[in-house]
């Protein structure tokens, strides 16, 4: 008797509880007309961050009434456009949009760089810099005045030393009031001179030159510590050690736990 009172109980509990689609579904399962579907047919997904489409099973479809079935197939129709849409997007704002269009078009040079821009995000310096001189060559109206810092800064990311301190150092004959008021500029030059030191150029001279842009990078940025770095390796070579106790007072007012890294 006890058994039987149990399965009693458990069929009712059963069909007291509605089922996971019928909860989610709660809406479009009563008769409204012109009601907000929008819970009934969307559920929050949590790793996207974002509202998930969930069509209803066949069964639900049936049960559902002609003016239902009519809001629902609008709501499907919509999200069919919705994806479509954002597929759509996706593709515009990917590399394979831009890189057709240049093809079809290589005088489209805000195209090629945005390429630059998408190319240069990814790390990926050579195929960035082969669009930047596409820039640089086709640019007769001078559009992108600042393409000569580009493609130095480029060079820079790729190692090419000597061509980025000889690029920079031309970009800061020419109009001067635009182009020397960046202190990244003159970070270059003087860190292109220490990277060269010992291949290249040993010569104590040259490297004071060095020193000379960094202070000029320091003038417009005295908080930033790789200048500062930089800076302490030039004078350690240049032997002017009161220059690398100046550097080291300056850093330790900036951050007193910073380290200056020597670099050989």
């Known amino acids: 008797m006890k058994k039987i009172c149990s399965i009693f109980i458990l069929l009712i509990f059963l069909i007291a509880v509605p089922s996971a689609e019928a909860r989610r579904n709660k809406v479009i399962m009563n008769d409204f007309t012109n009601v907000n579907l929008f819970d009934a047919f969307y559920i929050y997904d949590k790793n996207s961050q974002n509202y998930k489409f969930v069509p209803l099973s066949k069964y639900a479809y049936i049960k559902l009434d002609k003016d239902n079935k009519a809001i629902y197939d609008k709501v499907v129709d919509a999200n069919s456009d919705w994806q479509n849409a954002k597929s759509a997007v996706t593709y515009r704002n990917s590399l394979n949009y831009y890189q057709d269009a240049y093809k079809k078009n290589p005088d489209l040079l805000p195209v090629a760089y945005t390429l630059v821009e998408k190319f240069s995000a990814d790390k990926k310096y050579n195929t960035a810099l082969y669009y930047a001189e596409k820039i640089k060559k086709k640019d007769k109206r001078e559009l992108y ?42 970070y270059m030059i003087g860190d292109s001179y220490l990277n060269l030191y010992k291949t290249q150029l040993k010569t104590q001279f040259k490297i004071k030159q060095g020193i000379f842009y960094m202070n000029k990078a320091l003038t417009m940025r005295p908080d930033e ?37 020597l670099r050989q």
């Open 225 to 261: 510590l790789k200048y500062w770095e930089v800076k302490y390796n030039l004078c350690m070579i240049a032997g002017d050690y009161k220059c690398t106790d100046e550097v080291v007072k300056s850093v330790y007012a900036i951050n007193p736990h910073h380290q200056i890294q």
């Open 145 to 186: 005045p600042t393409i000569d810092f580009t493609i130095a800064e480029l060079n820079y990311q790729l190692g090419e030393y000597q061509t980025t301190m000889d690029m920079l150092i031309a970009y800061l004959n020419t109009l001067p009031c635009v182009k020397t008021n960046n202190p990244e500029v003159y």
